[in-house]
């Protein structure tokens, strides 16, 4: 009972004293290496001494899936974070679940952007960003930070297999024959994680490069594992590993990735433009970063995280949640955290900062990755995104690993995807007019 | 208020006994004194299991109607993934629980004896205990690096190639057995060093006098009367299988393919994932079932065991 009692004099405590302040919990992902997390907490004792009428406590959440996670969990419980940023390619879940709100009333009631339709203000962000921040032509979404991946490669290692560093392969077969040249003993031609979530990003992105489209980019109930193009990509892939022999075999995570490269002990690696500042700050010889390699067209699909506010909140947290966002996606905020990170900047406004044509100019890498932003596509989004995507690479696990064919491990992936889908799909396509 | 009053069948006896001597004052002080802790009891762990219950039997899809039946059970043993994680379990149970036991047993014998060097070692050995299992994992993440890690680099002077320990589906479970042993032996070693200390020493006396050399008085003398401390350690090595899947969770993520992943993996999985509760819940109450059936038939045919012996 005085345990009780306690509790609610606490309580009375912490909510009396909040009462000048709408209180806000925002969680946000760390999904990358580095030091992202001190800065997210610089940004956000930036913002509450810049608003007194609201209090922003930046809740670390873990990894895009571990957000994920936690966001449902509070939701389930009554308690959800006043805003997210949540992986982009969630966004279409939280929508077709009812988990988080269409934003098109508080755009067209806010301040700043007061009579936009959604249209309208997506126009503020890059063309391949807004695929994953709509829904049904709802705004779900605002673009916080997002990557491309981005092929990088060690200087050195092009020197000394005699390939010129200002020329970097460009198509698969100069990708390939590269990647042969590259190949010594201790040292790999390739590599790029093979985990979860890495994988079937990337795998995505060699998919569409090979004309493909990987997914249904309008509707959340298709993949095309089975489709040519994607058992293309597996295909080289497996043949990098064992036919070529220029990948080492296996899964790696993306720290033996990195490890990996900054010991010379791989001339190139497959990863996130999100990477771009933790490899600079690591690396200690010169590398360079290129456009993934295309077979029939330059893409990749894009990738980092959104801001949502989820369902549950009252209209006032809805509110502040709302000038929270706004803050964390306008040009100088979006600009100086692209900066410290890597990801680009999904505000085109951004690139017009003096600090930010300074920064572009000192890092050529930086630019590399904004020009491939014009070949971009959608992230990989469906109904039951995380086990869809786990279906398909689990059958890439085993092509890795030499364990299966890509024909195989893409038929069998396939059928559990369809299967995961299947209670979508039923209340959606196949339900037919009586 | 529903928890204070189921309290009373629960400790029934206890308050009748005082109660005949000291009437109703009493027995409201004990109902008292164990609410805090009954509440706790029923709201998380009683009510929890009732609701998988529920949740197990209770079938619904995206947007349908929620209706009763075994509809989960159906799925849950038609899914390939649960079978393999199974399977995975079982191997996981084998490759722990034995080297692990057998360990423990052999450290606690060979350091029984308290010397300043067996209690250094006693420590050294127990060490793994302290360390947070999440904790342990996240290192040997490093410890596994291939090439990089520590453990292919001293590898390597002794000619051995590097080894892509937890992203090979033929290594990663091994590797997860691995670091399960180191870190299970020593807590192990604990209790088998409190049961040698509570074997009487005239019985070893008696035998030696009677001529038994030292293998005779561990197989015919220490062995048996171990019995009940190897019963305890079961139990809860069983349970340890069961229920530690944070370094699943760090390592590997139940990959590649699927090579790690186990009962609890696949339970977090479709709970959290695929949010399916009720095959999460399915799966949940065919692994408690099983290990509940698994640890009542060991306690019995040990104290059986036991009781003949002794």
């Known amino acids: 009972m005085r345990l009780l009692h306690a509790a609610t004099l606490a309580m009375t405590l912490i909510t009396g004293s909040a009462q000048a302040a709408t209180e806000l919990d925002l969680f946000f992902p760390v999904p990358v290496q580095g030091k992202l997390a001190n800065e997210m907490q610089r940004l956000i004792e930036q913002f509450d001494a810049t608003h007194p009428d609201i209090h922003v406590t930046a809740v670390y959440t873990g990894s895009y899936d571990d957000t994920n996670l936690k966001t449902r969990a509070a939701i389930q419980a009554g308690r959800p974070p006043g805003a997210v940023i949540m992986s982009a390619n969630f966004v279409r879940e939280y929508a077709i679940n009812g988990d988080a709100i269409p934003l098109d009333s508080i755009i067209a009631n806010g301040a700043e952007t007061k009579g936009q339709t959604p249209a309208q203000f997506m126009d503020r962000f890059w063309p391949a960003l807004r695929i994953n921040a709509m829904e049904q032509g709802h705004v779900y979404g605002v673009p916080f930070h997002n990557s491309t991946p981005l092929m990088y490669y060690s200087v050195d290692a092009f020197k000394d297999a005699g390939l010129d560093p200002e020329h970097p392969p460009a198509t698969w077969q100069e990708w390939v024959d590269a990647l042969r040249k590259l190949n010594r003993p201790g040292r790999w031609g390739v590599m790029f994680p093979g985990t979860y979530d890495y994988l079937g990003w990337i795998v995505s992105g060699l998919a569409m490069a090979n004309g493909g489209e990987y997914y249904n980019p309008g509707y959340g109930g298709e993949v095309y594992y089975t489709a040519p193009s994607t058992v293309g990509a597996v295909t080289l892939i497996d043949k990098m590993i064992h036919t070529w022999k220029v990948m080492p075999e296996g899964v790696s995570d993306a720290n033996a990735v990195t490890t990996a490269f900054f010991q010379g002990r791989t001339a190139t690696m497959l990863l996130s433009t999100g990477s771009l500042s933790f490899v600079r700050d690591n690396m200690k010889t010169p590398y360079k970063v290129a456009f993934l390699p295309r077979q029939l067209v330059n893409a990749a699909p894009i990738g980092g995280a959104s801001l949502i506010i989820p369902r549950g909140n009252s209209p006032e947290r809805q509110a502040a949640a709302w000038t929270l966002v706004n803050w964390l996606t306008s040009p100088e905020i979006a600009g100086g955290w692209s900066r410290f990170t890597g990801y680009f900047a999904p505000r085109i406004a951004a690139y017009d900062m003096p600090e930010m044509k300074t920064y572009l100019a000192e890092h050529p890498d930086a630019k590399v990755a904004l020009d491939q932003l014009a070949y971009a596509r959608g992230w990989f989004a469906t109904y039951n995104v995380v086990g869809v995507r786990k279906a398909m690479e689990d059958g890439v696990q085993a092509v890795l690993s030499g364990k299966a064919t890509p024909e195989a491990a893409m038929a069998q992936a396939q059928k559990e995807a369809e299967a995961l889908l299947r209670p979508y799909v039923e209340q959606t396509a196949l339900k037919l007019p009586n | ?310």
């Open chain 2, 1 to 310: 208020m529903s928890a204070a009053s189921t309290t009373p069948h629960s400790v029934s006896l206890a308050p009748s006994v005082i109660a005949a001597r000291r009437r109703i004052p009493v027995a409201w002080a004990a109902y008292g004194l164990l609410a805090p802790s009954a509440v706790f009891l029923l709201a998380f762990t009683y009510w929890p299991v009732v609701q998988v219950l529920f949740g197990s039997l209770t079938v619904k899809g995206f947007r349908g109607e929620a209706h009763w039946g075994f509809g989960n059970f159906a799925r849950l043993f038609a899914d390939p993934h649960f079978a393999h994680a199974v399977r995975n379990n079982l191997v996981y149970a084998a490759g722990t629980i034995v080297p692990s036991l057998v360990l423990a047993l052999g450290f606690a014998v060979g350091l029984s004896e308290t010397t300043r060097l067996s209690s250094a070692l006693r420590a050294a050995i127990a060490m793994p205990m302290l360390i947070p299992l999440v904790a342990a994992a996240s290192l040997f993440v490093f410890i596994f690096l291939p090439n990089a890690g520590l453990l292919d680099h001293y590898l390597a002077y002794v000619g051995l190639a590097e080894t892509n320990w937890l992203g090979d589906p033929s290594m990663a479970l091994g590797s997860i057995v691995a670091i399960t042993v180191w870190k299970n032996t020593g807590y192990y070693m604990l209790f088998f060093l409190a049961g040698l200390a509570g074997i009487p020493g005239d019985l070893l006396d008696a035998a030696k006098i009677d001529g038994a050399n030292a293998i005779q008085r561990f197989v015919r003398i220490t062995l048996p009367l171990l019995g009940p401390t190897f019963s305890f350690v079961l139990i809860i090595a069983l349970l340890n299988v069961l229920t530690q899947v944070d370094h699943v969770i760090v390592m590997t993520q139940g990959g590649p393919s699927d090579a790690t992943s186990m009962l609890l993996f696949y339970i977090y999985q479709q709970a959290h994932q695929n949010y399916d509760v009720g095959l999460a819940s399915a799966a949940t109450v065919v692994s408690v079932g099983f290990l509940f059936a698994l640890s009542v038939v060991s306690l019995r045919s040990l104290e059986r065991g036991i009781h003949h012996e002794v």
